[in-house]
């Protein structure tokens, strides 16, 4: 066991390493940070900030060396890096979990020599590539560039074959993978965590609500028949076991009319998804991160309440600034224009609209600037239901728009 008063590493340095962190302070570790930046979310909450580039692995090599223990928070911490850090101190997860979810083809491949349910799916390296995928899975498809995406990057929808060639282009020509679309009725998500003897808690299933594909709202406990909780319990620990996970890992799922759940991807980490856990749940995902890494047993993941997180997004700071009829006008422009507009979008909401309401929690997280799609914190907010728990949370954040 890795006890408090030891120090935990922590790879990346956005808001999962800073609520991993305040978590670990508060237990009494402390936090050493691998940051590509200074002055980062993680690295405000930590004891000490190694500023460095990812590949400089003598800069990693002595940030390991600090630490007893080294995790990570995000899923694109190249594997350079991680196996540096593994060849000095235990990595938990470990490399092999990091080597799956960073890369669309091996995740899904991952998935399919598992047994586990997924959309159709084929490897496309080329255009040809994808024009034989598309005769084979059909449209419409959805062409995923196979590494580096997230919150919708680097994917487009294609409705035609006579598509193929713009689509290619459009993803820089580079290994993808092209899916299927399915009509699902839900997405849904389970954050779990395995400790160091393959004890597995997880949180239920999550269900979520996004926009321009950025999770926009989380409820929990979902509703959902006791037979996909069930399903999703069972995949979730394939997935666990499989990978030989030490830590917490999210599974997004969609859920089909019928009832069955596809898997979509997997994060090795903490989730935005289960950010309502450190408010609903007895022990939250953060917890749960720092208790598996450092060889405790997993803790106890019983909901308190009902529970609904909201992300507050850099647009919201950009409305704030402008007002809604500027907003409008803004998206209007060129993508360019709107990132030049948002560097000087400084000026934060007024939180009175949620600091005076007792049902609510406000989490920000230090980024030094806001603009469009950038998570910049949450609410949360505990009810009887989780119908009400939402109300609050999207009430809130609507009030902090000012027209």
Same mark, same amino acid.
């Given at each position: 066991?890795?006890?408090?008063?030891?120090?935990?590493?922590?790879?990346?340095?956005?808001?999962?390493?800073?609520?991993?962190?305040?978590?670990?302070?508060?237990?009494?570790?402390?936090?050493?940070?691998?940051?590509?930046?200074?002055?980062?979310?993680?690295?405000?909450?930590?004891?000490?900030?190694?500023?460095?580039?990812?590949?400089?692995?003598?800069?990693?090599?002595?940030?390991?060396?600090?630490v007893?223990?080294?995790?990570?928070?995000?899923?694109?911490?190249?594997?350079?890096?991680?196996?540096?850090?593994?060849?000095?101190?235990?990595?938990?997860?470990?490399?092999?979990?990091?080597?799956?979810?960073?890369?669309?083809?091996?995740?899904?491949?991952?998935?399919?020599?598992?047994?586990?349910?997924?959309?159709?799916?084929?490897?496309?390296?080329?255009?040809?590539?994808?024009?034989?995928?598309?005769?084979e899975?059909?449209?419409?498809?959805?062409?995923?560039?196979?590494?580096?995406?997230?919150?919708?990057?680097?994917?487009?929808?294609?409705?035609?074959?006579?598509?193929?060639?713009?689509?290619?282009?459009?993803?820089?020509?580079?290994?993808?993978?092209?899916?299927?679309?399915?009509e699902?009725?839900r997405?849904?998500?389970?954050?779990?965590?395995?400790?160091?003897n393959?004890?597995?808690?997880?949180?239920?299933?999550?269900?979520?609500?996004?926009?321009?594909?950025?999770?926009?709202?989380?409820?929990?406990?979902?509703?959902?028949?006791?037979?996909?909780?069930?399903?999703?319990?069972?995949?979730?620990?394939?997935? &666990? !076991? $499989? @990978?030989?996970?030490?830590?917490?890992?999210?599974?997004?799922?969609?859920?089909?009319?019928? %009832?069955? +759940?596809?898997?979509?991807?997997?994060a090795?980490?903490?989730?935005?998804?289960?950010h309502?856990?450190?408010?609903?749940?007895?022990?939250?995902?953060?917890?749960?991160?720092?208790?598996?890494?450092?060889?405790?047993?997993?803790?106890?993941?019983?909901?308190?309440?009902?529970?609904?997180?909201?992300?507050?997004?850099?647009?919201?700071?950009?409305?704030?600034?402008?007002?809604?009829?500027?907003?409008?006008?803004?998206?209007?422009?060129?993508a360019?224009?709107?990132?030049?507009?948002?560097?000087s979008?400084?000026?934060?909401?007024?939180?009175?609209?949620?600091?005076?309401?007792?049902?609510?929690?406000?989490?920000?997280?230090?980024?030094?600037?806001?603009?469009?799609?950038?998570?910049?914190?949450? &609410? !949360? $907010? @505990?009810?009887?239901?989780?119908?009400?728990?939402?109300?609050?949370?999207?009430?809130?954040r %609507?009030? +902090?728009?000012?027209?």
């Open positions: 066991m890795i006890l408090p008063g030891s120090t935990i590493g922590v790879l990346g340095s956005g808001q999962l390493g800073r609520m991993l962190a305040l978590a670990a302070r508060r237990s009494g570790y402390n936090i050493h940070v691998f940051s590509p930046e200074a002055n980062s979310p993680t690295g405000q909450v930590a004891n000490r900030e190694f500023v460095a580039a990812y590949d400089d692995l003598d800069a990693v090599r002595q940030f390991a060396q600090s007893d223990v080294v995790t990570y928070e995000f899923e694109n911490v190249p594997l350079a890096t991680a196996e540096a850090c593994a060849a000095i101190v235990p990595l938990r997860p470990g490399a092999q979990a990091l080597r799956v979810a960073q890369n669309r083809l091996r995740e899904k491949t991952f998935f399919a020599n598992n047994g586990l349910p997924t959309v159709p799916f084929a490897e496309v390296h080329s255009l040809a590539d994808l024009r034989a995928g598309l005769m899975i059909g449209c419409p498809a959805v062409l995923k560039t196979a590494v580096s995406g997230y919150d919708g990057k680097g994917q487009i929808k294609i409705n035609h074959p006579d598509e193929a060639a713009e689509a290619w282009q459009s993803v820089g020509e580079v290994d993808c993978i092209l899916e299927g679309w399915i699902f009725e997405e849904v998500s389970m954050v779990a965590a395995r400790d160091v393959g004890r597995i808690a997880h949180y239920n299933l999550i269900e979520n609500a996004h926009h321009n594909h950025i999770l926009d709202v989380s409820v929990a406990p979902a509703n959902v028949p006791p037979q996909v909780l069930a399903q999703a319990e069972a995949m979730v620990q394939t997935v &666990l !076991t $499989a @990978l030989d996970v030490v830590g917490v890992l999210c599974v997004e799922f969609f859920l089909c009319e019928d %009832g069955q +759940l596809l898997l979509n991807e997997i090795p980490r903490p989730h935005n998804s289960g309502l856990t450190i408010e609903a749940c007895v022990t939250s995902q953060f917890e749960q991160q720092l208790r598996t890494v450092c060889g405790l047993p997993v803790g106890d993941t019983t909901y308190l309440r009902s529970a609904a997180m909201a992300n507050l997004l850099g647009d919201l700071w950009d409305f704030q600034r402008k007002g809604a009829k500027g907003q409008k006008e803004q998206r209007k422009k060129s360019r224009n709107l990132r030049q507009s948002a560097k979008a400084d000026k934060s909401p007024d939180w009175t609209a949620v600091l005076t309401d007792p049902h609510l929690k406000l989490h920000l997280y230090g980024k030094k600037s806001a603009r469009p799609g950038r998570k910049m914190g949450h &609410l !949360t $907010a @505990l009810a009887d239901s989780v119908t009400e728990a939402e109300k609050i949370v999207r009430g809130a %609507g009030r +902090l728009v000012i027209e």
